[in-house]
Structures are given as C-alpha cells and as structure tokens.
C-alpha cells in the first residue's frame, strides 16, 4: 500500500469519476485505474463498484476512507516537520580540516551544506592532526576532517570517507627517482625524513613504523616534523626521502624538484574521515554527515 495509492482512492471516493481524479494529479486515467486495481488486489477486496455509467464505493470503500484521509494527514504533516526542521535549522557547527583538504572534495561539500542550510552558522579551523585532535577532545570543534590513525577509541567516532595511498617522496637526482615504482626493501639504507604526529601516542609516524616493521628493517630518521610542507622543503635539499600520503603529491611546486613514485608489494594509506567526540549531542553533526553521505554516494 503505497501513499499514492491511497491519494488516488480518496479523491475518487470523493469525485466518484477516474477522468477527475486523474486530472487532480496530471496522470492519465488508465493510472488511476491501475493502482485502484493494485490497491484492491492488495487488500483483497473491491473497493469501487463500476458500471458504464457510474461509480460508486463499496461497503469496504467506505471502512477504508476514513482511515486512507488520516493516513495521508499524517503523512503531510510528517513532511512539513521535517522540512521545517531542515528550512529552520540554526545553530553553530564548528569544523576543523587538515591541512592539504581544501584540495579535495571537502571545500565543495561544506559550500554546498551551507547552501543547503543557510541558517547554520559555520566556523572554521585548519590545522596539523594534532592540531585538530586537540581541539576535537577540548570542544573547540565539533567535527574535524582529517586522518585516522587510531583502531579503537571509546571517546570518538567516525565516518570514512577517502584513503589515501603513501607515495615517496625525494629530489630527482636521488637514486630511488631513477625507479618506476619502489618496493619497501628498495627504501633500505638511504635516509628518511619522518612526519611526525604524535595524539595519545598514535599517529601517522605509528603507521610509518609498522610499515618499516612489516618490511623487516629500520629506517635512518634525519629529520621529524610534522608540517608535511617542511618536510617536502627537507627532501628538496636532499637530505632524504619522505613518505607523503597522494592527496598533497599534487601541490608539489616544480621549483622543488622533487619525484614521486609509488610503494608496490605494501598496502600502506591513510584513512580520511570525519571524526567527532560520542558524547557530542549537536544535531548539526548528523545533517552534516547525512549530506556528505549523500554527496558521496552521488559521485
């Protein structure tokens, strides 16, 4: 039983002729009197008693007007909640991003979220992952873009969203530019530069050193920062090389003269997801995932 359906039967019920029923909802008539049928195939039972000149309800018909017209109430009056709470929703959503974000989808999808719920207000901070995390456990923000290092926590959730494969990173005249693609085993004995992000102990140089653990060596660390942009600046000077996650590959400025190449033989990336503290009860949060969800799904 579907709402149309009964939209359809209660206009007929009132009308008792299928051409002005049909012409109330801009079908045709053979419409009309297809779903009648399929309505009454459902409910096993004739609705409308039909003759070349008339119509009229039957018995069962009128049981069932009463309770279709309050069906549909309902259902309208549903619809006008949630639409008003979604016209008339206010408030505040505090979003923080990593850095290197704003070159991906995220930038589009909070402008079209604010263009969907222009009564929301919208703050902004762009920060380190530690940067945000912090902010994210003190309630400066209520939802933060950014990579996931931990399994589990009982404090946070979150929604996935990209992931990001670890490519290296070094100048063009390093011995490792002069491969297609480069194998963990390739990495050993030349130098590494370190991004460092320490939250609670975890964090993307956890999922460095469990690569290098996987690969059965360990690396020669020169250099630790956590601003990727200062360590691309450190792989341009040769000091080494680095592992930088793809989605900032592609701001690299020629003037560094720096090569990329892939890991092959490892499945190593880092997970993006929107990250917020469980006990956070603002509603916005939801209708900000809801729509990045649909957004999502429509790409």
Known sequence: MQIRQLEYFVSLCDTLNFTRTAEAFYVSQTAVTQ???????ELNTKLFERTRRSVSVTPAGRMLYD??????KHMREAETRVRS??????????????????????????????????GVQLSFLRG??????????????????????????KDLDFWPLDTYPLLVVCREDHPLADLPAIHPK???????????TVVDDSGEDAVVKRFFREAGFTPEIVFRSEDIGTNMLAAATGLGYALIPNYLCGQIQPSLHLSTRPLIGHETALQAAA??????DNPLIAKLLEFCAARRNRS
């Open 128 to 153: 380190s992952s530690s940067e945000l995390y912090r902010a994210l456990r003190s309630g400066m923000v209520d939802v933060i873009f950014a990579l996931r290092f931990w399994e589990n926590r």
């Open 186 to 196: 390739d990495l050993e004995g030349y130098r590494m530069i370190m991004t460092h």
């Open 35 to 41: 779903q009648i049928k399929v309505l009454e195939e």
């Open 67 to 72: 309770d279709a017209r309050l069906i549909i």
């Open 275 to 280: 990250i917020w503290n469980r006990d956070n």
């Open 85 to 118: 709470l979604t016209d008339n929703m206010h408030g505040t959503l505090r979003v923080g991003s990593l850095r290197g974000f704003e070159e991906e989808w995220y930038a589009t999808a909070l402008h079209d979220f604010h263009t969907w719920m222009p």
